[in-house]
């Protein structure tokens, strides 16, 4: 029976300062203590700033593993650090929004690393052993859903793009010394002609993608399609109630040069 190797398309992402200590690792039941830790110090920090406590993070977590979902898990010294979700179903309500053929993506649900231990590409091996399982299942494409760039209102004498790039300074400049972000009211017909607006622009200025998790994929080799039904992309409004409003990029994995080969017994293709 031929089996499938992939050592001679993938090597690992892993810097060498990490390679000999960081380790990826399917998480169990038994690790969800130290899982929800590192869930609760990535969302409730820089960029997402929400509201978690270990009791919370760890319901989460025993949920995902309780239905089957695939959690990796990057360790050092025995801790969390980082953690990629992703399942083969792709949530309900959210395939409205992915007119792909379904049995065909492999949707991550969550991906974060700890801050002390960004920039070392753990996030990127966290994808990397991702990439292996989707084409393993013969999935052609990944999803997920990220954050949209907030609702704004332009001034007149600005163009979106310049809207967008004074919107992002200030907003940071907010957050780092506590002051309320105000979002403006729209109907929902401005809100898609904002979207689709706003991933227009990012076809030409991915720089001002707010999507950490789109970054990556884009650092990576990827490029980010995002869903469209007709001529508007989709998007979703935030569940939550807080006007984190979500769209939905998907990766074509043949497109990247990714593609599944079977080597057999003797290490021959």
Do not use: H
Not at 50 to 69: C, F
Not at 145 to 155: D, E, G, S, V
Not at 234 to 250: C, L, Y
Not at 262 to 268: I, P
Request: glycine content about 6%.
């Amino acid at each position: 029976m031929n089996k499938v190797n992939f050592k001679n398309l993938y090597s690992s992402w892993l810097k060498d300062q990490v390679k000999n200590n960081c380790q990826i690792k399917l998480g169990q039941k038994e690790m969800t203590g130290t899982i929800a830790e590192c869930y609760q110090e990535v969302f409730s920090g820089e960029p997402f700033y929400e509201n978690w406590t270990k009791e919370s993070a760890e319901a989460v977590i025993e949920d995902y593993l309780k239905t089957g979902t695939t959690i990796r898990v990057a360790e050092i010294d025995e801790k969390a650090v980082g953690f990629l979700v992703a399942t083969d179903v792709i949530p309900e309500d959210q395939k409205p929004y992915i007119p792909y053929n379904q049995e065909e993506i492999r949707f991550i649900e969550e991906i974060g690393v700890s801050s002390k231990s960004r920039g070392n590409n753990i996030a990127s091996e966290l994808v990397r052993g991702d990439i292996i399982s989707s084409l393993e299942r013969d999935k052609n494409y990944i999803g997920y859903r990220t954050n949209a760039m907030r609702w704004l209102i332009k001034r007149p004498e600005e163009s979106f793009e310049t809207a967008i790039e004074r919107t992002q300074i200030e907003d940071a400049t907010k957050r780092i010394e506590g002051e309320p972000i105000i979002i403006p009211t729209l109907s929902e017909e401005e809100k898609q002609e904002f979207i689709n607006q706003y991933i227009e622009l990012l076809e030409k200025r991915p720089d001002l993608d707010v999507s950490d998790s789109s970054k990556l994929f884009r650092g990576i080799g990827f490029n980010v399609e995002f869903c469209k039904i007709g001529n508007n992309y989709t998007w979703q409004k935030d569940p939550t109630g807080e006007n984190n409003d979500r769209i939905f990029p998907v990766l074509n994995l043949k497109k990247a040069g990714y593609s599944k080969t079977y080597y057999n017994g003797k290490g021959q293709r």
